[in-house]
């Protein structure tokens, strides 16, 4: 069992940045494909960005350019830094988890709770 606990949520101004972080329980993180998903309000679950065990990254289309996501083995935690903030960023970030594999998909196994990102216009 995985478990996961994002942090870095908040309220931000159109065109900030903020830094999300995930970290992990388990001994096996490098073992590890992890991923961010969001759920705006009134919209189903949304892919945002993934790496892969190997370090590969994957990209949504609508955060391509603007949001980069990163790992840290050392510390059993996966970031997204997120730049160029827009009012449709607002949602609910959550943290996802399942042993690596290949072919990637967006098919997670372990959820966090979330964080909420709040973008002003």
């Known amino acids: 069992q995985v478990q996961l606990v994002e942090s870095g949520g908040g309220l931000v101004q159109a065109g900030g940045s903020l830094r999300l972080s995930c970290a992990t329980s388990?001994?096996?993180?490098?073992?590890?494909?992890m991923g961010w998903f969001r759920q705006g309000p009134g919209k189903e679950r949304e892919f945002v960005a993934g790496?892969?065990?190997?370090?590969?990254?994957y990209y949504g289309d609508s955060v391509k350019g603007r949001f980069t996501i990163s790992r840290d083995n050392t510390k059993n935690t996966v970031y997204l830094q997120m730049n160029s903030l827009q009012p449709e960023d607002t949602a609910v970030y959550h943290c996802?988890?399942?042993?690596?594999?290949?072919?990637?998909?967006?098919?997670?196994?372990?959820w966090g709770q979330g964080t909420q990102v709040t973008v002003s216009s």
């Open positions: 996802a988890a399942r042993l690596g594999r290949e072919p990637f998909t967006t098919a997670y196994d372990y």
């Open positions: 790496i892969n065990w190997r370090g590969n990254t």
């Open positions: 388990g001994r096996a993180f490098s073992s590890y494909d």
